[in-house]
């Protein structure tokens, strides 16, 4: 729902007002202008501009939307204006089709913990059970004083609660020490669930990778240097807001090159910029503008379309000079998240919206077991659930709304810190920072638990199965021997240790 805006700019006649998105109607005519979110679901009835569609869909890269495309709500035009045609409201959107799969996967996985209650509460009537056979037998005897002597020591030497806190004390102790390696536990169940995960599902936008393009290639050619093509492709993008001219410009600042000045900027959607730096025309495009001067390719675009890459060439007075590979990049601590959870023994699956080559080329870069490409949001749960009837216990790792759904129906759900609050929302395990290696941390952590919770467990059961009959007398007439005061000592020293 925070993907909405506050307001809503409603076309009313010659006017435009400002209303909130909830008062809108199917067929209202909204504007969204340059780097705003659309207000509901719609159809665009004027204007084409670039959308980020990364929030809904999972897609890195920024799609083209025109006159007739629809629209989702949430998503952000990143460079033009629109006015959208209202389509669908309230609960008929497709963000609120995404919250109800959440809903819907957090309520199905509610049965553990009322499990948890019930045992609980078995514990307790285990012990009182246990006083009342002690009274009866011992009165049965003929023994009243014993009856009551022993009844009381029984009650008082019984340590259900040392059952009670063999597992939430560790989960206690284990959470405040995984806040402090950055790593926050919402859900008990969750760090008890993750000692027996096979299967680690990673999201890829946000995750493995950054989420943004970023130079990842230059191709010089005709005498030029990289640095140089850089610098001009640069400068002449300064004045652009589109994601792939600020990674144009982010790199060339990354290697501190000097950018001139442009002037008589312009720019054709689809196509490209163009602006003259220092007396030379500077265009930087992508097919369209070859097309419009009659130039091909360099070679080198076809391996890296191949591998899923955007190409901007870059063309000065006309000519071409070089091209710019550009993608989403890996993250450096995802390499070695994934060959330490292979050390693990743990299955490592990617889902993605992007293209097959997209995501075929992250996953071999990164070593990854399988992929799921393509998956639209409403798809991701059940690639999930897919995995899951394949009897694997599965942990997803996300970061987008789009991710919710999956998060919620995975046996773990863990969110990337940086991510949406819906998909933290959604999660039982939240890694504050955004490297996958804390992944592996996790798992380690509650194995750990595990073991600890075994020896908490063993420790309580033992000591009231020896406790107990001892007070009762089952096993060596001690009952009077056996004062109140001891059992007591007793009982404190079981929940301590």
Partial sequence: AALLPDEAEKVDGENVITVAPAELQVGDVVIVRPGASVPADGKIIDGSASMDESMVTGESQAVRRDTGDHVVAGTVATDSGLRVEVTAIGQDTALAGIQKLVTDAQASSSRAQRLADAAAGWLFWFALASAVITAVVWSVLGLPDAAVVRTVTVLVIACPHALGLAIPLVVSIATERAARGGVLIKDRIALESMRTV????????????????????????????????????????????????????????????????????????????????????????????????????????????????????????????????????????????????????????????????????????????????????????????????????????????????????????????????????????????????????????????????????????????????LAAGVLTPIGFVLPMSVGAILMSASTVV
């Fill in 198 to 469: 096979d299967a680690v599902l990673f999201d890829k936008t946000g995750t493995l990778t950054k989420g943004e393009p970023t130079i990842t290639g230059i191709k010089a050619i005709d005498g030029h240097t990289e640095n140089e093509v850089l610098a001009l492709a640069a400068a002449a993008e300064s004045d652009s807001e589109h994601p792939l001219a600020r990674a144009v410009v982010g790199a060339a600042r990354a290697r501190d090159l000097t950018m001139s000045t442009a002037t008589d900027f312009s720019s054709s959607p689809a196509v490209g910029v163009r602006a003259t730096v220092g007396g030379t025309v500077v265009e930087v495009g992508g097919p369209y503008l070859l097309d419009q001067h009659g130039r091909d390719e360099l070679p080198v675009a076809d391996q890296w379309r191949d591998e899923g890459a955007i190409i901007l060439h870059v063309l000065a007075d006309g000519r071409v000079i070089g091209a710019l590979r550009l993608a989403d990049e890996i993250r450096p601590e995802s390499r070695a998240a994934v060959d330490a959870l292979h050390d693990a023994g743990a299955l490592v699956v990617m889902i993605t919206g992007d293209a097959k080559a997209v995501a075929d080329t992250v996953a071999a870069d990164l070593g990854i077991d399988r992929v799921f490409a393509g998956v639209r949001p409403e798809d991701k749960a059940a690639k999930v659930a897919e995995l899951q009837s394949e009897g694997k216990k599965v942990a997803m790792v996300g970061d987008g709304v789009n991710d919710a759904p999956a998060l919620a129906q995975a046996d773990v759900g863990i969110a990337i810190g940086a991510g949406t609050d819906v998909a933290i929302g959604s999660a039982g395990v939240i890694l504050a920072s955004s490297d996958p290696r804390a992944v592996l941390s996790v798992i380690e952590l509650s194995r750990a638990s595990y073991r600890k919770m075994k020896q908490n467990l063993w420790w309580a059961a033992g000591y009231n199965l020896a406790a107990v009959p």
